[in-house]
């Protein structure tokens, strides 16, 4: 299995960034993707997912109504568009692929979590 997260860079502040992850070697729609970060010093958090019927979704308070989440099972990829971006949104993102044989199911912690990309670097100036 690969998942492969791009889309990262530097932006200012109330700019918007796309990402993406792209996923291989797995049954792509029986997978929660998770998107997840982790800023220098911090612990890794929580940001959002999308359940395998790229319907049920769930964000981090911090970027709900900012970030939008979307999958498309034909391409096995998922995007994470970013808007108003805030300097504290800067961090690595890390794209996650969680097995749920249901495919309303949604899951936010990093624990539940089968597989992970290699991360994409964010940045916002203020």
């Known amino acids: 299995v690969q998942l492969q997260a791009s889309g990262g860079g530097l932006v200012q502040a109330g700019g918007s960034l796309r990402l993406s992850c792209a996923a291989s070697g797995l049954t792509f729609r029986r997978y929660v993707i998770g998107w997840f970060r982790q800023a220098p010093g911090k612990e890794r958090e929580f940001v959002a997912a999308?359940?395998?019927?790229?319907?049920?979704?769930s964000y981090a308070d911090s970027v709900k109504g900012r970030f939008t989440m979307s999958r498309d099972n034909a391409k096995n990829t998922v995007s994470l568009q970013m808007n108003s971006l805030k300097p504290e949104d800067t961090a690595v993102y890390y794209c996650?692929?969680?097995?749920?044989?249901?495919?309303?199911?949604?899951?936010?912690?990093?624990?539940?979590?089968?597989?992970w990309g290699q991360g994409t670097q964010v940045t916002v100036s203020s």
């Open positions: 999308i359940g395998g019927n790229g319907i049920n979704k």
């Open positions: 996650a692929a969680a097995f749920r044989a249901h495919s309303n199911v949604v899951v936010t912690t990093d624990s539940s979590y089968d597989y």
